[in-house]
């Protein structure tokens, strides 16, 4: 099994998109995939059209087995299940703040609750916090989407130097860009120049008015159009992380 968070400290960087894209082409092709929606504004849950249950309570499928196990939702999609999001989350860190050996939580769930799936994606909230420390030491990697923008470049920074300060291990980290207008010259040249460095992984997700369609369709992008050219890249970026991850 692998876990994969997607992450980031800045929010608007299109997580929730990816991590459901992601997703779903790891079911598309059999593999048992379990996506979990840690976002209190249930981004991913919504483009997938799963609601949680009226009387959940998300967060406490962080700490309790039978939450977790109960929470598991069947999505539309073969191979894909989806634990929901509703708006307990954003008690999350107080949450964890009250549980004794928190920083663990995330793994210990993962290892009892979803042994059987194949691929674990963790669509996460931006923030540095205790949510962030159990991902950082819980996943096996961390998909850091990233706009190319000096002030996203600057989070990333961040982040590596959290990572490093924490000891946590720098092969976790996955970089990449996302949202990228390539009629800007800044978004050409820093991608360019990262690119040439060799950090973050040659494909991008580009920005497109077909990618927002998902909020509107309630699918993931290649469920309603796998040749358009954003459609193409999240392909094309799976079968990267694939290979960066080590899942054949």
């Given at each position: 099994m692998?876990?994969?968070?997607?992450?980031?400290?800045k929010?608007?960087?299109?997580?929730?998109?990816?991590?459901?894209?992601?997703a779903?082409?790891?079911?598309k092709?059999?593999?048992?995939?379990?996506?979990?929606?840690?976002?209190?504004q249930?981004?991913?849950?919504?483009?997938?059209?799963?609601?949680?249950?009226?009387?959940?309570?998300?967060?406490?499928?962080?700490?309790?087995?039978?939450?977790?196990?109960?929470?598991?939702?069947?999505?539309?999609?073969?191979n894909?299940d989806?634990?929901?999001?509703?708006?307990?989350?954003?008690?999350?860190?107080?949450?964890?703040?009250?549980?004794?050996?928190?920083?663990?939580?995330?793994?210990k769930?993962?290892?009892?609750?979803?042994a059987?799936?194949?691929?674990?994606?963790?669509?996460s909230?931006?923030?540095?916090?205790?949510l962030?420390?159990?991902?950082f030491?819980?996943c096996?990697?961390i998909?850091?989407?990233?706009?190319?923008t000096?002030?996203?470049?600057?989070?990333?920074?961040?982040?590596?130097?959290?990572?490093?300060?924490?000891?946590?291990?720098?092969?976790k980290?996955?970089?990449?860009?996302?949202?990228?207008?390539?009629?800007?010259?800044?978004?050409?040249?820093?991608?360019?120049?990262?690119h040439?460095?060799?950090?973050?992984?040659?494909?991008?997700?580009?920005?497109?008015?077909?990618?927002?369609?998902?909020?509107?369709?309630?699918?993931?992008?290649?469920?309603?159009?796998?040749?358009?050219p954003?459609?193409?890249?999240?392909?094309?970026?799976?079968?990267?992380?694939?290979?960066?991850?080590?899942?054949?």
């Amino acid at each position: 099994m692998k876990v994969c968070a997607l992450y980031n400290s800045k929010g608007g960087v299109g997580k929730s998109t990816i991590a459901v894209n992601l997703a779903f082409l790891s079911a598309k092709e059999g593999l048992k995939t379990l996506l979990w929606d840690l976002d209190p504004q249930g981004a991913a849950s919504f483009f997938l059209d799963v609601d949680g249950k009226v009387d959940s309570d998300s967060a406490e499928s962080v700490s309790h087995r039978e939450a977790f196990d109960s929470s598991i939702t069947v999505t539309g999609y073969d191979n894909l299940d989806i634990i929901p999001a509703d708006f307990s989350l954003r008690n999350l860190d107080v949450l964890l703040d009250e549980l004794k050996n928190s920083r663990h939580m995330i793994e210990k769930q993962i290892a009892s609750g979803a042994a059987n799936y194949d691929v674990v994606f963790i669509d996460s909230p931006p923030g540095l916090s205790l949510l962030a420390e159990n991902l950082f030491l819980g996943c096996d990697y961390i998909l850091l989407p990233m706009i190319p923008t000096y002030l996203s470049l600057r989070s990333y920074m961040q982040i590596s130097a959290y990572f490093s300060e924490g000891n946590f291990e720098a092969g976790k980290l996955i970089p990449f860009f996302s949202m990228v207008d390539t009629r800007k010259k800044m978004h050409r040249d820093i991608i360019r120049e990262y690119h040439a460095q060799g950090e973050f992984l040659s494909v991008y997700i580009p920005e497109s008015s077909v990618i927002e369609k998902m909020s509107h369709r309630k699918k993931p992008l290649p469920a309603y159009s796998t040749v358009h050219p954003a459609s193409r890249s999240f392909y094309d970026l799976w079968a990267e992380i694939k290979k960066r991850i080590y899942l054949s």
